[in-house]
């Protein structure tokens, strides 16, 4: 089974065109089908950095192929999120002035290839990544949306 930094040419086949940002010093990879097996994001970085042994061992068993990612579509926090992120992303743009773009924009760090994230925008005419996080109510603070929603796509975008 391969490694989750090496990418197999069977699933390169996916991969329709690639490019390179020169002002941001991105790569910016379309990818059909995303097989997460391939990489690591920002909600892997998240188990791994946390104190979850079994969410570790379940995403390190899904980085080995063993077992199927988690299916997310009834985790009402993970649905909250999806049905929210445009709302989010025409509510920042009609209150700054600012356009998002870049949509779902997968980048791939320059040098550390199996480090990567797809972003839910960037701030156009800015290298500031946009990210729509839904938070609940009662565990919101500026801090943590702070802390959680700019950390790893900055790492990986280098900003």
Known sequence: MAQADSVPNSTRLSITGE???QSTNLRT?????VDRRYFI???DARIIMG????????LWREKRGEI???DLSSNLVVQLGLATEELNRRWYEANTGQVITDLQKQVRH???RWMAATLD???QGSDAVFEAKFMLPWSFSEEAAARNTCHSSNIICGS
């Open 19 to 21: 490019s390179a940002d």
């Open 29 to 33: 990879v379309r990818v059909e089908s």
């Open 41 to 43: 994001g920002g909600s």
């Open 51 to 58: 104190d979850d042994e079994a969410a570790l061992l379940r």
């Open 68 to 70: 199927e990612p988690e």
């Open 110 to 112: 320059p040098a550390l």
């Open 121 to 123: 925008g960037r701030v």
